[in-house]
């Protein structure tokens, strides 16, 4: 450890990232070999700590001493670097662990990614786990920290790169090439995790965030093992003020095939990852981009905004109508300017010129630095704007006169920055290079310029968004004791189903312990029994089978809906029992007897279970609907109402809700009160491993609240 106060999820990971010496296995003078090349970059870097080889030759290599085993290394070198074949690598890091060293960096290929290297795998996890030990890779390029001198990777990223405060973890090696030769980047840290054996994602993501060096870290994600550890060192990056942007590769069936091939790593389900980013506060891009721009943006920025309403302002009205579009497409929440900032405005800018946010200084301003300064202070000033993003287009070959007048209206911001006291960013629709004016004009101030419209504002959104999270984290769901008795119940339904689904006593149970109205109902195991419960119930009924073995009830011809006399009773339970007899090959004489609900709109709620991400909440369109809609909202629990109402946004319902065609507006309140409930019957029930699904919900006119129509918990038989 390094005395700095900060506890880590692996403590020897401090030694491994800052090591005192290092020992290369497989250090041999032959051009080219990774050793050699781990050696020429320690040396090019000015490592000032000692460098020992190990090679069976013991040949010393351009002045290192070299031994022929790891025990005849005459101190404890604090990391090895093993640059052999992968079927040596067990052996020589059990010799490591024996000689002390605290950390192992692996090159070599040939583990989880093959079925002929698991067994290796596990073999360095127990070494690793008894020694104490942090291991990167195998299957990497390594580690490197140009302002620290570290550079214990044998690939060629460059001699200049600088130092700065963006932290990377990647896991595609050429991910971090990728970053690394971007030339808008400096770095604190830069590791090729790998295949993540040992030392995973969230161990470095927990040492980067309390790193007083870094303000944002970019990862690049082909699977997470860890999710959890990963949502606890995100929000801890926020009470440090460290903003955490990923991209995730293997979206798609064929991307996950892909990532596996290569790695061995789980992709996960693509919409369950975004709703686990937008639970623990990761900002999420699609594209290389993306990334490189969101980091630049977060980097840059020493003092982040306070919200998400942005204000543009930019010189030409065709691109601020492009930046509109872009903003919109982007999901960035346009400010809305105060009557005193229009007042303002209207004394500045030309006649014909339109208040509005996107604004168009017009191309009266280009000349007029200090008007154009007065213009952006205005904007920047107004309390409903929290990040002023001035348009400036900065092309490489700009002219020398223009790149002259766009210099002098850029030396304007950090000053109107300083006086206004919002954040300001600078946004050029070129995404293929920067002209020098930009850099030098915003030279020692925290205003970064973003490239590219489509990448830019996703920059953007990424500040705004990490503000949010910074926000929301710190007013997060007060943790509540779990309730056990719910559990146990559960538990024992399940243990009394031979299809491991909870019966209906104990679902009526627990709708009435967690607030799920139910329809008034009862059961009912002969005809004359289903009259006499629909009487007490009140005309008109809905009859279901009740057996447990049906999940679609419709598709057995098991509901009978609307009826209103005995006789019609009657005649439905023959016909739903017969026909679920049939469907089963069984007899199934049981009932239920429901009160009918009419009106409002069919919605579905439910809780299913990610082999990564664990529990996740699900909503949309219901009832027969449901199979239509392949991609309902999801979010990982808890959740509030707030976040129940935007997930809505983005699903049918919204439109359903709204009252569709005529229909009246249905209690979309009532539903969005009633999601949270049910996810905190998922929490309750986690330890179970159960699937939880309502479905339909009606959602009656606004006023009358909702009726849950069918309620099923069932656990389903992988995890049995």
């Not at 007060?478 to 909870?502: G, H, I, K, M, Y």
């Not at 009606?698 to 049995?720: E, F, K, N």
Request: charged share 20%; glycine share 12%; aromatic share 4%.
């Amino acid at each position: 450890m390094s005395g700095s106060g900060r506890t880590y999820r692996q403590p020897a990971l401090d030694d491994l990232l800052n090591p005192k010496s290092v020992v290369i296995v497989g250090l041999s003078p032959r051009p080219g070999s990774t050793g050699r090349r781990i050696l020429g970059n320690l040396r090019r870097a000015g490592f000032g700590g000692a460098v020992h080889g190990v090679h069976p030759g013991g040949r010393d290599v351009d002045g290192v001493p070299v031994y022929r085993t790891l025990a005849d290394v005459p101190d404890t070198p604090s990391v090895a670097l093993v640059c052999t074949p992968g079927d040596t690598v067990p052996a020589l890091v059990e010799e490591a662990a024996e000689k002390g060293c605290r950390g192992v960096v692996v090159y070599a290929s040939g583990f989880e990614e093959t079925a002929g290297g698991v067994a290796r795998a596990a073999r360095l996890r127990e070494l690793a786990g008894r020694h104490g030990m942090s291991l990167v890779g195998p299957n990497c390029l390594g580690v490197f920290n140009p302002g620290r001198a570290l550079w214990l990777t044998g690939t060629d990223f460059g001699a200049d790169l600088p130092a700065g405060p963006v932290a990377v973890v990647s896991q595609s090696g050429s991910g971090c090439i990728l970053l690394a030769g971007s030339g808008r980047l400096g770095f604190s840290y830069v590791v090729s995790s790998g295949n993540e054996t040992v030392t995973g994602l969230a161990d470095y993501l927990d040492y980067f965030v309390q790193d007083p060096s870094t303000r944002a870290v970019g990862l690049v994600v082909e699977g997470i093992s860890d999710a959890d550890g990963v949502m606890a060192a995100v929000r801890k990056g926020h009470d440090n003020g460290v903003a955490v942007v990923a991209l995730k590769v293997g979206r798609t069936e064929l991307g996950a095939r892909n990532v596996a091939s290569h790695t061995g790593a789980i992709a996960g389900d693509a919409r369950a990852y975004e709703a686990f980013c937008r639970r623990a506060g990761i900002v999420s891009v699609d594209d290389f981009d993306e990334l490189t721009e969101a980091l630049v943006g977060l980097s840059t920025l020493r003092t982040g905004p306070a919200g998400d309403r942005v204000a543009f302002v930019g010189l030409s009205g065709g691109e601020i109508g492009l930046v509109a579009d872009m903003a919109v497409d982007g999901g960035v929440r346009l400010a809305e300017l105060s009557a005193a900032t229009r007042a303002d405005l209207g004394r500045i800018l030309p006649d014909f010129a339109t208040i509005a946010n996107p604004l168009d200084g017009t191309g009266q301003l280009v000349g007029e630095p200090e008007r154009f300064g007065r213009l952006a202070e205005a904007v920047a000033a107004d309390p409903g704007v929290d990040l002023l993003t001035v348009v400036l287009d900065a092309p490489p070959s700009l002219g020398d006169r223009l790149a002259a007048s766009y210099t002098r209206l850029l030396a304007t911001l950090p000053g109107v920055r300083q006086r206004s006291g919002t954040p300001v960013m600078v946004l050029s629709n070129y995404g293929g290079g920067l002209h020098p004016f930009a850099a030098d004009a915003l030279a020692g101030s925290d205003i970064p310029v973003v490239h590219g419209t489509r990448a830019g504002m996703a920059a953007i959104a990424a500040v705004t968004t990490a503000a949010t999270h910074r926000a929301r984290t710190a007013d997060e769901h007060e943790p509540v004791e779990p309730r056990t008795a719910s559990l146990q119940a559960v538990r024992r339904a399940l243990d009394a189903s031979p299809s491991r689904q909870v019966s209906g006593e104990a679902l009526e149970e627990l709708a009435e312990q967690y607030g799920l109205p139910l329809p008034k109902r009862a059961a009912a195991d002969s005809a004359a029994e289903a009259v006499a419960a629909a009487e007490s119930i009140g005309f008109p009924v809905v009859l279901k089978t009740a057996s447990p073995k049906v999940v679609h009830k419709s598709d057995a011809g098991g509901v009978a809906v609307g009826l209103s006399t005995p006789s019609q009773v009657r005649e439905a339970y023959e016909t739903v029992t017969s026909s679920v007899a049939r469907h089963l090959g069984e007899p199934a004489p049981q009932v239920v007897l429901e009160e009918m609900i009419t009106g409002g709109v069919e919605a579905f709620v439910g809780c299913g279970l990610d082999p990564v991400f664990g529990q996740v909440l699900a909503l949309g369109a219901g009832g027969t609907l449901v199979e239509l809609q392949p991609d309902p909202a999801l979010a990982l629990p808890p959740v509030s109402p707030s976040e129940v109402r935007a997930l809505i946004a983005g699903t049918p319902l919204a439109r359903l809700f709204a009252g569709y065609r005529g229909a009246p507006p249905s209690d979309a309140g009532a539903f969005a009160d009633l999601v949270p409930r049910v996810a905190r019957l998922a929490a309750d029930l986690r330890e179970a491993a159960v699937e939880i699904d309502l479905n339909p919900v009606a959602v009656l006119p606004r006023g009358q609240g909702v009726r849950v129509l069918d309620l099923r918990i069932v656990q389903p038989p992988q995890t049995r």
